[in-house]
């Protein structure tokens, strides 16, 4: 678990916030007509805390960036961090008490669960633009989600392209598949679709099963693999909790020919490879570049100066929470920009139709190719693959793919 002390420790904030209140960490105390109020609540110290901590880090970075850049369009982020613990009773009663205490303009929400609690009466009522650190398939939506967008290809998406690798690789021969996922909402997204995607594929869906986000004895999951034979498992909605200890105790049953695959979120460089055990042959998925060593243009270039300044030892392997943090908060940057460059009122309608017209977009290196924003999201992920034989270092098993 992570305090509120040791978060403002961690992220050098309390120089640049001057005061914390509670859970809620603030940039800039005084709210007004030239500032630019964000809202981000993310998980500092429960269950899912291993990316919540660093998307708090990456807003808190972010938002300094852009400050001492003289702010968007001369109008400076005025930044509140409202710590969740994971749950969406907390998470939706700070936000009402952020809405209480004035004007917000963009909002960042921990979970699917969030955003789907706040939505319908955000669509009625308050109308917050909003991104979020989830990938759900139902959040990239206009219809019923007009105003949140998801800064990279959906846990749908994700799981399809998972799904076309093994067709892909399998080189002919019958695959066998089993999936392993949480009973979150992110770990329930996309289940059914990738199944159904699966066997019209001709690939065998031998077992799918689920779990909590977290569990004290995986054991039982393990055997059901073991029964079931699969050639390839995929795990999606976790963190680093249950599914390392399942890939380890399959293996332990001698099942070293099967291959195992991960959504975005089990797929961190920076602890995949701290498990060398797990990490040997994992296919993963990739949404945004994490490397500053070899940067692929000038954000990259910044956040590797960034965080170098604060731990001139740090590895150079960005984090997926502050790089979520980073891509979200240029995202709603865009959308700004394009609404006080056209001299209009900034609102969530504005700026949420103002990021629909984001066209081949140069995002500095954190993604490779152009970005346009299509259907509520950034709609791109590349194939990855860990083996100690490439020193860790991600090997790329395909381009960037664009969402079809």
Known sequence: MLSRRKFLKATGATAAVGAASGFQINILRAQNADTLNWSIHCDLT??????GKFQGEGFTEYAKWINDQGGIRGRKINLSINDTT?????AVANLKKALAEGRIDYM??????????????????????????????????EKNYPYHFVPGATYGAQLKMLV???KTSSAGNPARLVIVHSSTGMGRDGID?????????????????QTKFVETDVSAFALAIRQAQPTHV????????????????????????????????????????????????????????????KPAGKTMETIGSILRAKNPNWSGYVRLGFLDAWISGMMATRAFEIVIDAGQEINGDNL???????RDWDTGGLIDVPV????????????????AANNWEMEHLTDWMKVS
């Open 352 to 358: 949420a139709a103002a990021l629909r017209t984001v």
């Open 46 to 51: 429960g269950p899912a805390a291993e990316g």
């Open 372 to 387: 346009s924003i299509k259907n509520q999201q950034i709609g791109l992920g590349r194939i990855i693959r860990y083996s």
């Open 234 to 293: 995929i795990h999606h909605g976790y963190s680093f909790a249950v599914w390392p200890e399942i890939v380890r105790l399959v293996r332990d049953y001698g099942m070293d020919d099967v291959v195992f695959l991960g959504t975005i979120w089990q797929s961190e460089r920076e602890k995949v490879v701290a498990m060398p055990d797990v990490a040997e042959g994992l296919i993963g998925i990739k949404v945004w570049n994490d490397d500053t060593n």
């Open 164 to 166: 076309d690798y093994i």
């Open 86 to 90: 994971f749950k969406v009773d907390v």
């Open 193 to 209: 679709n990738a199944v159904a995607y699966a066997k019209e594929g001709g690939i065998d869906v031998a077992l799918v099963q």
């Open 108 to 141: 960042f929400g921990e979970s699917t669960g969030m955003i789907q609690a706040i939505s319908p009466e955000n669509n009625s009522t308050h109308k917050l633009f909003m991104t979020s650190g989830s990938f759900a398939s139902e959040l990239a939506d």
